[in-house]
């Protein structure tokens, strides 16, 4: 039996090698080993060069040993999965004008930030934003002082303001849900026909938002809630054909009255979720003020100022707009509280 070779031995994979064996060298190596040494090379090609194998298949022919398997061919290049260039969305870069006329190129918000820590932008300094494409065409747009387009300078505002954005979203979202068991209870309580209709289309465009915003959950809830999403039309086409059936056309009514104050719902609940989404973000920016970078000249953002701003106000407006709702627009609930009085 042949002796059992090192791991730098000839002809092994130059990751593992520290010499290059000629032909001839290779040939008197192949030609002292078994025929189950020759075999099992196959086994693992990958750990012996293309040409220690070509000369051991050469050998095993030679023996008249069964031929092993051809060599692989070249792997084929993955698809690239790099977006065309045409969906990458162009860098933004930044031009600074000083106090004397020139003006400097920043490439991104992380450059002007560190130029603001530095002391070398102000915010009283006037900027633009333009996108850098292939030819470096420049995008006019009107000179902005540093302290509206940075947040760096107004991190509470700024947060304030993304705050507003989920908010809104989510208000939406919430406000057609609420729509649906509002509307719903007051047709079963008084036997609208009307009513059933109109909670049909809220239960349709709930399920179609609901589809949007998917993209945004864990990835370990989206496909079961984008499921939902896409079999509640079924059930609410389903369910209008039965309840025209039982209750009349006037069900068929209600849904276009529906579709009529979509728009509506649609301000509402922006309205109705921006507001404490407003003071939430305020809260969250105040809270980490004190942690976030700041420019050598300060803030200009009073911390009082934007607390009666930011969160005292939208939260006496939300619970005012929503005490004005329940009264006028939620009967059934104002007449559940009186009875549960009496």
């Given at each position: 039996?042949?002796?059992?070779?090192?791991?730098?031995?000839?002809?092994?994979?130059?990751?593992?090698?520290?010499m290059?064996?000629?032909?001839?060298?290779?040939?008197?190596?192949?030609a002292?080993?078994?025929?189950?040494?020759?075999?099992?090379?196959?086994?693992?090609?990958?750990?012996w060069?293309?040409?220690?194998?070509?000369?051991?298949?050469?050998?095993?022919?030679?023996?008249?040993?069964?031929?092993p398997?051809?060599p692989?061919?070249?792997?084929?290049?993955?698809?690239?999965?790099?977006?065309?260039?045409?969906?990458?969305?162009?860098?933004?870069?930044?031009?600074?004008?000083?106090?004397?006329?020139?003006?400097?190129?920043?490439?991104?918000?992380?450059?002007?930030?560190?130029?603001?820590?530095?002391?070398?932008?102000?915010?009283?300094?006037?900027?633009?934003?333009?996108?850098?494409?292939?030819?470096?065409?420049?995008?006019?747009?009107?000179?902005?002082?540093?302290?509206?387009?940075?947040?760096?300078?107004?991190?509470?505002?700024?947060?304030m303001?993304?705050?507003?954005?989920?908010?809104?979203?989510?208000?939406?979202?919430?406000?057609?849900?609420?729509?649906?068991?509002?509307?719903?209870?007051?047709?079963?309580?008084?036997?609208?026909?009307?009513?059933?209709?109109?909670?049909?289309?809220?239960?349709?465009?709930?399920?179609?938002?609901?589809?949007?915003?998917?993209?945004?959950?864990?990835?370990?809830?989206?496909?079961?809630?984008?499921?939902?999403?896409?079999?509640?039309?079924q059930?609410?086409?389903?369910?209008?054909?039965?309840?025209?059936?039982?209750?009349g056309?006037?069900?068929?009514?209600?849904?276009?009255?529906?579709?009529?104050g979509?728009?509506?719902?649609?301000?509402?609940?922006?309205?109705?979720?921006?507001?404490?989404?407003?003071?939430?973000?305020?809260?969250?920016?105040?809270?980490?003020?004190?942690?976030?970078?700041?420019?050598?000249?300060?803030?200009?953002?009073?911390?009082?100022?934007?607390?009666?701003?930011?969160?005292?106000?939208?939260?006496?407006?939300?619970?005012?707009?929503?005490?004005?709702?329940?009264?006028?627009?939620?009967?059934?609930?104002?007449?559940?509280?009186?009875?549960?009085?009496?």
């Open positions: 039996m042949g002796s059992r070779e090192s791991p730098w031995t000839f002809g092994k994979n130059p990751t593992h090698a520290h290059t064996p000629t032909i001839e060298q290779l040939q008197a190596r192949m002292a080993k078994t025929d189950e040494e020759l075999l099992a090379m196959f086994q693992k090609p990958t750990d060069t293309q040409e220690a194998l070509d000369v051991a298949r050469a050998e095993i022919g030679n023996r008249s040993l069964p031929a398997p051809p692989l061919p070249d792997p084929k290049p993955l698809p690239d999965s790099t977006p065309p260039e045409a969906s990458v969305p162009a860098s933004q870069s930044w031009e600074i004008q000083f106090p004397d006329g020139s003006t400097r190129i920043y490439n991104d918000n992380d450059a002007v930030s560190e130029a603001v820590l530095n002391g070398d932008v102000k915010s009283v300094y006037q900027c633009r934003p333009f996108n850098r494409d292939g030819a470096e065409k420049k995008k006019q747009t009107k000179w902005k002082t540093a302290w509206k387009s940075f947040e760096i300078f107004r991190p509470v505002r700024s947060h303001w993304k705050g507003v954005g989920i908010g809104a979203a989510a208000g939406i979202l919430l406000f057609f849900g609420f729509k649906i068991v509002d509307t719903g209870a007051a047709a079963v309580m008084y036997n609208v026909p009307k009513l059933f209709g109109i909670a049909l289309v809220y239960v349709f465009f709930f399920a179609q938002m609901l589809s949007n915003f998917a993209s945004g959950l864990p990835k370990s809830i989206q496909q079961p809630v984008i499921a939902l999403a896409n079999w509640i039309p059930g609410v086409v389903i369910g209008g054909v039965l309840l025209t059936v039982n209750l056309t006037d069900v068929l009514s209600g849904a276009f009255q529906g579709l009529g979509i728009f509506a719902s649609f301000i509402v609940g922006a309205l109705a979720g921006g507001l404490p989404g407003m003071a939430i973000g305020t809260c969250i920016g105040l809270v980490r003020r004190s942690r976030l970078p700041q420019p050598p000249e300060g803030r200009q953002e009073r911390a009082s100022a934007m607390l009666a701003a930011g969160v005292i106000l939208p939260i006496v407006i939300f619970a005012t707009a929503t005490y004005f709702y329940i009264v006028h627009f939620m009967p059934w609930a104002t007449d559940a509280f009186v009875e549960s009085l009496k």
